[in-house]
């Protein structure tokens, strides 16, 4: 992927926060910069059609609790710890 210069004018807070994270990911601060353009930019993304039609649904295998969302919550981010860690060392 080709990329392209640009200048970005972010809070004296916002940037220290980007130093922090590149200095205990391991990783260049312009890496992060990089990464939440891009989340940003696929969040903000909108979808020539819907992802699914009216008539179609999912099964995701039943009722979801209460508690079952806290485990997949819980579960999601101690992986990405488990991986942030892995990565600064």
Same mark, same amino acid.
């Given at each position: 992927m080709a990329l392209k210069r640009t200048n970005v004018y972010a809070e004296d807070s916002d940037l220290a926060?980007?130093?922090e994270a590149a200095a205990r990911l391991g990783v260049a601060e *312009?890496?992060?910069i990089r990464?939440?353009?891009h989340r940003i930019a696929l969040a903000h993304r909108v979808w020539?059609?819907?992802f699914?039609?009216?008539e179609e649904t999912f099964d995701l295998g039943g009722p979801v609790d209460k508690g079952g969302i806290r485990a *997949?919550?819980? =579960?999601?981010? =101690?992986?990405r710890e488990r991986r942030n860690r892995?990565? *600064?060392a």
């Open positions: 926060l980007i130093k *312009a890496e992060i990464e939440g353009i020539g059609e819907p699914v039609s009216d *997949a919550v819980t =579960e999601g981010y =101690e992986e892995g990565r *600064a």
